[in-house]
């Protein structure tokens, strides 16, 4: 795992190495078996005073090492077959992360517009449960993500946040009135586009999660 001095280095996971129009790249570095976030995952990073929050999108793997010592790599078959003798795989990936807003620190008030940008170098975390709440029933950043539709494969991430979010709500029905709404305001009341994309979240499905 990535060391991040005085962090908590288990939250962290990776650097940002450039940054444009909204869509930040993420060198992942890990050596001990974690995968990367998933598609649709939260994270965020700090510059000086501010928090920026982004949805990873896309990821491609750049290297893997099984980390042999070198006797073992004049032997890799014998070694791989031997399962006391199982190398540790070390993962090289860059992912991409659409940023959707910030929030100055210590207030928590998100906002969509920034005039900053995430810093070169900034450390990259994923979302505790407890921080996805205030992404759960505020959809302002939405808009973003639709704005971005020749970048990011807007739809999909849509589909994939509202499945997320659905497990904060008790009743589907509420809940897919409530995103219905949002939608149609995003998408210029295109009501077809809106009940395709959440009936493909499959919210309504009993054993949604």
Known sequence: MTEFPGRQAEQYFGFISRYHDHVAWIDMDSGSHRPPPAFGTFVKCE???EIFYG???????????LC????????SPSVLSDESKKPRVR???ELQAVIVGSAISGTGQ?????????ATGSAVSVLH?????RFASDFSYFRTVIS???AVPAEELLINLIRKFSVFFGEPKNYASHVGKELNKLFDDDHTLTGQIILR?????????
């Open 129 to 133: 449960e407890s921080e996805l709440v």
């Open 201 to 209: 979240s499959g919210i309504y499905s009993k054993n949604r999660g």
């Open 55 to 65: 949805i990873i999108f896309n990821g491609k793997i750049k290297d893997i090492d």
């Open 47 to 49: 510059a000086e005073d």
């Open 110 to 118: 998100f906002r969509r517009h920034f005039y900053r940008q995430p």
């Open 68 to 75: 042999l010592s070198p006797s073992d790599r004049e032997q």
């Open 91 to 93: 993962l090289t990936a």
């Open 148 to 150: 971005l539709r020749y």
